[in-house]
């Protein structure tokens, strides 16, 4: 599904690249929809638990400025912490996401919103409360744009070698890490142009 789509691909396909018995699959599975609601809760549950860790401990920062930055960084660092596909990211997760949010289909709808909304909504609101009379609206667009970011960032890196001529690696992920949470917070830090920097 990750390389060819939700339709792309069917369970008894899915069961030979895996090695599984086909009537197993479809045993504890039934449909490949449930199959997905699976895949996408096995790495979703862990990734979301650490990302409200790291988002309860930058709450408790009380510059507003190092707050707003701690909270994006909750936000990313967990897709990046495991660099394999048992648990809590991957790339091959990381593409599987992209994929299933641009299909649209409505079982993909409905298990991004039930992996991710309510997490996405504390981290809102987590945002709010660093800048002080921001739009709402605007903040999930922003939210919304470092999603889109994320995703490339974790599945597409040779771009960054390439144009950096060989300075920078886009398998450096302490640096991507930084560069998102530094783009990142000046772009919603901007929604709150009254703000002195630094202000607590």
């Not at 001529?165 to 830090?189: C, F, P, Q, W, Y």
């Amino acid at each position: 599904m990750s390389e060819r789509g939700f339709h792309g691909v069917s369970i008894r396909e899915i069961a030979k690249a895996a090695g599984a018995n086909l009537g197993s699959v479809t045993y504890y599975f039934n449909t490949k929809e449930n199959l997905l609601a699976a895949i996408y809760e096995r790495h979703t549950k862990p990734m979301n638990q650490r990302r409200l860790e790291l988002l309860r401990e930058g709450g408790r920062i009380s510059n507003l400025d190092e707050r707003l930055a701690a909270i994006v960084r909750a936000y990313i660092l967990p897709a990046f912490s495991s660099q394999t596909d048992v648990a809590g990211g991957g790339a091959r997760f990381t593409r599987l996401r992209g994929i299933m949010s641009m299909e649209g289909h409505d079982a993909a709808r409905r298990i991004i919103a039930e992996s991710f909304d309510e997490t996405s909504h504390a981290f809102i609101d987590a945002i709010a409360s660093c800048v002080p009379d921001a739009d709402r609206v605007s903040i999930v667009w922003r939210g919304h744009f470092l999603l889109g970011a994320l995703y490339y960032t974790l599945v597409s890196s040779d771009r960054i070698e390439r144009l950096s001529e060989g300075a920078s690696n886009g398998m450096d992920h302490e640096r991507a890490i930084d560069e998102l949470v530094r783009a990142t917070t000046a772009s919603l830090k901007e929604l709150a142009p009254g703000q002195e920097p630094g202000a607590a």
